[in-house]
């Protein structure tokens, strides 16, 4: 995408939240410029930025996991106490 075209698109999101579903190479005059943009609400990312966004989306999905497995630890647990 055009950063002038998510320029656009970031004026029309007024900052809303967004999770940025799908991200893409940001382009300037059809040659991308090393950074990505999301196609959604137009924000641009780094390339390090991008990894950031990752790692943190993969860090709360591994303590959502730990928070199941403790859940489902303590409901074997009481049922062995009963
Ligand atoms: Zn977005």
Redesign the pocket.
């Known amino acids: 995408m055009e950063a002038e075209e998510a320029r656009t698109r970031r004026g029309l999101?007024f900052g809303r939240p967004?999770?940025?579903?799908?991200?893409e190479h940001q382009e300037v005059q059809g040659t991308w410029s090393g950074g990505y943009v999301?196609?959604?609400?137009?924000?641009e990312f780094s390339k390090i930025s991008l990894w950031e966004g990752i790692y943190h989306f993969l860090q709360q999905e591994m303590d959502a996991v730990q928070v199941r497995e403790t859940v489902e630890l303590d409901r074997q647990l009481q049922s062995i106490e009963m």
């Open positions: 999101w967004c999770v940025h579903p799908e991200i999301c196609k959604l609400c137009g924000s």
